[in-house]
């Protein structure tokens, strides 16, 4: 059995189903649910749900788990954590929250996992098996330990139909090493959102990535949109999606989601009007 195999046959222990076929987690004295957060694309005036990040919440005896419990754990733990939550989202996107979910689940790896290149093929078989698309996972790579194993899961992905991901450095390092690989997404990390608010000139900066990525069949996702201020910016440099706590906040898997689409002038308020600057 594989350094892989053997946290995964562990795991189909620790995945029960409940009445409502959500699946959730059994990890020693917790119980762990999936939570999805909204990834949204604009369509002329509006927004809509496209896309979800995962997450999960942990719960002991019926409440939140305390964040001591949770700090205790070992880097071991803490791995096969991130690998129980990759399947429990694979298995609960059904459970979005909408009568008709039709999004992609935007699913992360990282550098504890001793074999990227098995457990990505883990998890497309468990997608296969949950009648999702190949396509409709994207597997976001920024955290794989280092760049040739970016560049190998990469190029295997691409080579069988998949998808994948890398945060705005990262894609700027596979650009100098391995120029044929292009991700299907480029995502703006919370702290250059911030950033990119404060200053102007990375926001001309953004417009001209946004515009060279397109040029390329890559979308941009500017993550960590906290108010109007960063959705104004997100807006006027042409990103294609947008995530964060202002336009949709994280949710327990089968919560009700109001899944109609967002007015960006409701959002922006009376300031709405959006100006896209030229490069």
């Given at each position: ?80 954590l ?70 190998r ?27 044929r690989l ?93 100006v896209?600057?030229?490069a």
């Amino acid at each position: 059995m594989s350094p892989v195999e053997r946290p995964v046959a562990a795991m189909q222990d620790a995945i029960a189903v409940d009445e409502i076929g959500l699946s959730f987690g059994l990890f020693q004295a917790l119980r762990l649910k999936t939570v999805f957060q909204p990834i949204f694309a604009r369509h002329g005036p509006m927004l809509s749900p496209c896309a979800v990040s995962t997450g999960l919440k942990a719960e002991s005896k019926g409440a939140p788990a305390p964040a001591e419990a949770l700090a205790q754990f070992t880097s071991g733990e803490r791995a096969m954590l991130r690998r129980l939550n990759r399947r429990l989202a694979i298995r609960n996107l059904g459970h979005f929250g909408c009568e008709e979910p039709d999004v992609d689940l935007l699913i992360g790896l990282s550098g504890t996992d001793e074999d990227a290149d098995a457990e990505a093929d883990a998890l497309l078989a468990d997608s296969a098996l949950a009648g999702l698309m190949r396509g409709q996972v994207c597997f976001d790579l920024t955290d794989l330990a280092d760049m040739d194993a970016t560049c190998r899961l990469a190029a295997r992905l691409e080579r069988i139909g998949s998808t994948f991901a890398l945060d705005l450095e990262a894609a700027g390092l596979l650009r100098t090493v391995k120029p044929r690989l292009q991700p299907r997404l480029v995502r703006i990390p919370p702290v250059w959102t911030r950033r990119i608010v404060a200053e102007a000139g990375l926001l001309r900066m953004l417009r001209l990535l946004v515009t060279t990525l397109a040029g390329r069949g890559t979308a941009v996702q500017v993550e960590g949109i906290d108010d109007a201020k960063h959705l104004r910016a997100a807006l006027a440099a042409g990103a294609e999606r947008l995530q964060g706590d202002f336009l949709a906040q994280p949710a327990v898997a089968g919560t009700a989601v109001d899944d109609a689409p967002l007015s960006i002038a409701d959002l922006l308020g009376a300031s709405g009007n959006v100006v896209s600057l030229s490069a």
